[in-house]
């Protein structure tokens, strides 16, 4: 029968066959990160990453150019900041008009400063100082709690954005977790000034919103 002699032929082409050789896996790359609370940045084969806050950050992460490895530090306090002697940075870039030297950020806030101007997500405030500058807090009586509003020598802010009319000098942020406030002239829900209200006089009944 001629079948069997086709059988044999395929049989001595399978067994004829070249192994499949695979590759093997290549190392990953090393990481470290250049602070122990500061996952944000991190150092991958002698090349500085911002790696994003979003899910699957480190497959998103930010190649920084012109930094200056020596001097770069990441910052313990509002981890998004790093800083070295000719920048800071937010977010892996260069954050504009900010002196590295005098340059702080705020635990669980927006806010930052240098001695020259106040920022407020990542952005400089006009015409604000820095030197002068701070977060009103909540006090609850258990701890104090930074509010949304911050003040300088010269203005009032609500989450960076200016309240013309309020005075620095009596401003005050009212209870947790309200955004209430009030100085002598006005009382301030979300940094507007509430028709009618008197600041001397002006109390927070009920906080919830």
Known sequence: ??????????????????????EP????????YLLENNSRYMLIEDALYYIPRLK????NRVAMEGVDKASFV?????????????????????????????FEAFSRSDYARDQNRVFYDGKPITDSDGKTFTILTYD?????????????????????EKISVADPGTFI?????SPFAR????????????????????EVLDSRE
């Open 1 to 22: 029968m001629k079948i069997f002699p086709t059988l044999i032929v395929i049989i001595l082409l399978v067994g004829c066959a070249a192994p499949t050789i695979s």
């Open 25 to 32: 896996p290549q190392p990953e790359p090393e990481r470290k």
């Open 56 to 59: 699957g950050g480190y497959d």
């Open 74 to 102: 990441a910052l313990d306090i509002g981890e998004d900041y790093a800083k070295d002697k000719k920048n800071v940075y937010r977010e892996g870039k260069v954050l504009e008009k900010a002196d590295p030297k005098s």
């Open 140 to 160: 609850n009586e258990e701890e104090l709690i930074l509010s949304s509003y911050g003040k300088d020598s010269r203005a009032v802010y609500f989450e960076g």
């Open 173 to 177: 942020a009212l209870e947790s977790p």
């Open 183 to 202: 100085d002598k002239f006005n009382a301030y829900f979300r940094g507007k000034v509430i028709t009618g209200s008197h600041g001397d006089s002006f």
